[in-house]
């Protein structure tokens, strides 16, 4: 499976953007997908998880309201959509997919190559 991030960019606080991790290589129909984000000098942590239906997500307590994540199967493409940002959601973000849904890292197998999004104050 290759997972290709994109959508990042630089922008206001207050703004918003959309991040895309677009897959190929295996159906994704029935595996999670997972976004986690690592800023500079920081461990990677979750953002927010995505079930195979698209049914049941989970955020982390510092985006939940603000950001949002959606799939289309049919598209192999999972989003974050996120609003109302913040100079501390700086960071690269990442999406993986695993068999497991889970708010762990540890618990994905593949990760796509991240995308830079930089907020402003």
């Known amino acids: 499976v290759q997972l290709q991030a994109s959508g990042g960019g630089l922008v206001q606080a207050g703004g918003s953007l959309r991040l895309s991790c677009a897959a190929s290589?295996?159906?994704?129909?029935?595996?999670?997908m997972g976004w986690f984000r690592q800023a500079s000098g920081k461990e990677r942590e979750f953002v927010g998880v995505?079930?195979?239906?698209?049914?049941?997500?989970t955020y982390a307590d510092s985006v939940k309201g603000r950001f949002t994540i959606s799939r289309d199967n049919a598209k192999r493409t999972v989003y974050l959509q996120m609003n109302s940002l913040k100079p501390e959601d700086t960071a690269a973000y990442y999406c993986?997919?695993?068999?497991?849904?889970?708010?762990?890292?540890?618990?994905?197998?593949?990760w796509g190559q991240g995308t830079q999004v930089t907020v402003s104050s």
């Open positions: 993986a997919t695993g068999p497991r849904y889970s708010i762990t890292r540890y618990d994905y197998d593949y």
């Open positions: 995505i079930d195979w239906s698209g049914c049941s997500t």
């Open positions: 290589g295996r159906t994704l129909s029935t595996y999670v």
